[in-house]
């Protein structure tokens, strides 16, 4: 299928602009992360479709050269408020910090209880340090 898509690219002339793309998917879902810069998808003939974020995602789409992308949404703090509690106080959580290339995780308590994008504070099991982390998901936060 990738293979396929590289021809595709090949025979049309280019690939899709992907700066534009991020701007179609910020016009539908403002909380929808970027595109990963590094795909070479196909330059679409129309306009992709972007469709409204359903489970957590939105979909985007080019049916005249058949790719399809899943663009994760992050959770907005009112959405987080309704969710379901995911971390409750007392619990050990991993903790994660990651950037361009790297990632660091330890081990922290919840200090309560908190849902998927709620900020929580969280306590060094080595010292009295507190923070604040974002719930990413079950047992997960990072900074």
Do not use: N
């Not at 306009?47 to 907005?76: E, N, Q, T």
């Amino acid at each position: 299928m990738h293979h396929l898509l590289f021809i595709v690219a090949a025979i049309s002339g280019g690939f899709e602009d992907l700066q534009a793309l991020d701007s179609r998917i910020s016009a539908v879902a403002p909380q929808a992360e970027q595109v990963d810069k590094r795909l070479k998808l196909a330059q679409c003939p129309d306009a992709p479709i972007v469709a409204p974020p359903a489970g957590g995602a939105v979909i985007v789409r080019c049916p005249a050269v058949g790719w399809r992308l899943r663009v994760p949404v992050k959770a907005s703090l009112d959405q987080a408020a309704t969710s379901e509690i995911v971390i409750r106080k007392g619990e050990m959580v991993e903790c994660v910090s990651d950037g361009q290339g790297f990632a660091v995780s330890t081990t922290m308590m919840a200090l309560e209880d908190a849902a998927v994008g709620q900020p929580v504070r969280v306590k060094s099991l080595t010292s009295s340090t507190t923070m604040t982390a974002y719930v990413k998901t079950r047992g997960v936060v990072t900074f």
